[in-house]
């Protein structure tokens, strides 16, 4: 069986109704699985790599299933621990999911009630750590 990742969603734009809050949750669940190095933020927006975060609109907050990649069983703990502290909620701790062999993930509802996940999809090889795009 032959899994691909990191080549099918460009970006991610989640509309937030408290930007504050979530950036907040985010932080915490970005530094819990390592990628506090991705985020880069002002005072109207919140990103790291392909996710954008910003304040709603006049159709309000987004209601979307993300789902970040962990390296190993604990970062997904890590994940849903950081998650909850920081205002979370529990919508399926960390485990072994039927979805494949060796998908361990968790689930958390984010302040907008978004469906944010971490994921471990067991032992496997990379090609490569990241794809890494180069302009002119």
């Known amino acids: 069986m032959e899994f691909h990742q990191g080549r ?23 530094s819990a699985i390592g990628r506090a190095d991705a985020i880069h933020e002002s005072p109207t927006h919140f990103a790291a790599d392909e996710l954008w975060i910003d304040a709603m609109d006049a159709q309000g907050p987004s209601r979307v299933h ?46 907008d009630g978004n469906n944010i996940e971490a994921v471990w999809h067991g032992v496997h090889t990379r090609s490569a750590p990241s794809v890494v795009l180069t302009t002119p």
């Open 8 to 30: 099918l969603i460009d970006h991610l734009h989640l509309r937030v109704a408290d930007l504050e809050k979530s950036k907040r949750f985010y932080r915490a669940v970005l």
């Open 66 to 111: 993300l789902a970040f990649q962990a390296r190993d069983r604990e970062t997904v703990g890590r994940f849903h621990q950081a998650a909850l502290t920081a205002g979370g909620t529990d919508n399926g701790a960390p485990g072994e999911r039927s979805y494949h062999p060796g998908y361990y993930a968790a689930f958390v509802l984010d302040p």
